[in-house]
């Protein structure tokens, strides 16, 4: 497996990935790892999956811990190559989680599987995220993650400018499942 992808330096700190992005770093917890892992399209009938991703921002140096993700849900659209979030569950988990919390979690982007092993974004995902920053309106930056089945891959969007910066590249065989930590 040829690991020449461009990628930032990533730890894996209880179980947790965690690398820098201009200054700060980003932590992806293992629930929401272990929960992406189960939805990979490892077989040539398995549909994309989905959902939306929450985090909570440290405010005293920016750093983001990626904790909750809805999975698919009953009213999605769900095909070997398509995922459409359509299921209001989605929002319906974010109110849930922000007003439980005092608002300390934000909605910062979607994530979704593609059926290749290490995935690149289409033209449908770039013009679904340009979708979903015209809507989240102060939310100018999202954060979107793709899920192939020998890698994962996190992009930071930016509405206001149509750019796309890829954050890292994680492979599944580097992250550390079902071990006691």
């Not at 892992?37 to 440290?58: F, P």
Request: aromatic fraction near 14%; include cysteine.
């Amino acid at each position: 497996m040829g690991k020449d992808f461009k990628t930032n330096t990533v730890k894996y700190v209880d179980r947790a990935v965690v690398f820098e992005n201009r200054g700060r770093q980003i932590k992806i917890c293992y629930e929401v790892l272990t929960m992406i892992e189960r939805h990979l399209q490892r077989s040539k009938i398995d549909c994309e999956a989905g959902g939306v991703l929450l985090v909570r921002e440290n405010v005293s140096n920016n750093n983001l811990i990626l904790e909750f993700a809805t999975e698919p849900m009953p009213g999605d659209k769900r095909s070997r190559n398509r995922f459409y979030r359509k299921d209001k569950g989605h929002v319906d988990f974010y109110k849930v989680i922000y007003e439980c919390n005092q608002g300390v979690y934000a909605y910062v982007g979607e994530w979704h599987t593609h059926p290749e092993a290490v995935p690149s974004y289409s033209i449908l995902d770039f013009n679904n995220w340009k979708k979903i920053g015209k809507e989240s309106g102060n939310n100018s930056r999202q954060i979107h993650l793709i899920a192939g089945y020998d890698a994962l891959r996190l992009w930071e969007f930016s509405y206001f400018e149509k750019n796309v910066m890829e954050l890292v590249t994680i492979f599944w065989d580097e992250v550390v499942f079902n071990e006691k930590v």
